[in-house]
Nanobody, 115 residues
Framework: QVQLVESGGGLVQAGGSLRLSCAAS????????MNWYRQVPGKRRDLVAS???????MYADSVKGRFTISRDNAKNTVYLQMNSLKPEDTALYYCNARFKNYDYWGQGTQVTVSS
C-alpha cells in the first residue's frame, strides 16, 4: 500500500508560482510512474504532467513551458513546479502513483489563482 501526501497548494496571483510536493510512503517509489492530475468541480480529472521511473516527462499542452515535473527517488517525492500561473490553472491537484496493476491517489491540494 502506498500513501501519497500532497502539499504546497495555496492562493497566488496570476503570473505567480507555486511548487507542489507529493511524498510517498513506499520503498518501491522509484519503480512508479508519478503523475499530477487536476480537477475542477463538475469536470473530469485531467492529467497535467507525468514522469516515468527513468525520468521521461510528459505535459498537457495547456501547461507546457510553464510547469515542470521532477522526482527525487532518495526522498520518495515528486514535485510540480508551476510558473506563470493563470486563473484557469485553479483546481484541486492530485498526485498519482502507477506501477503495473497498482494505482494510488493522494487527497489533493487546492491551487487557486486570482486574476
Amino acid at each position: 500500500q502506498v500513501q501519497l501526501v500532497e502539499s504546497g497548494g495555496g492562493l497566488v496571483q496570476a503570473g505567480g508560482s507555486l511548487r507542489l510536493s507529493c511524498a510517498a510512503s513506499s520503498i518501491g517509489f522509484s519503480f512508479y510512474t508519478m503523475n499530477w492530475y487536476r480537477q475542477v468541480p463538475g469536470k473530469r480529472r485531467d492529467l497535467v504532467a507525468s514522469i516515468t521511473s527513468s525520468g521521461t516527462t510528459m505535459y498537457a499542452d495547456s501547461v507546457k513551458g510553464r510547469f515542470t515535473i521532477s522526482r527525487d527517488n532518495a526522498k520518495n517525492t515528486v514535485y510540480l513546479q508551476m510558473n506563470s500561473l493563470k486563473p484557469e490553472d485553479t483546481a484541486l491537484y492530485y498526485c498519482n502513483a502507477r506501477f503495473k496493476n497498482y494505482d494510488y491517489w493522494g487527497q489533493g491540494t487546492q491551487v487557486t489563482v486570482s486574476s
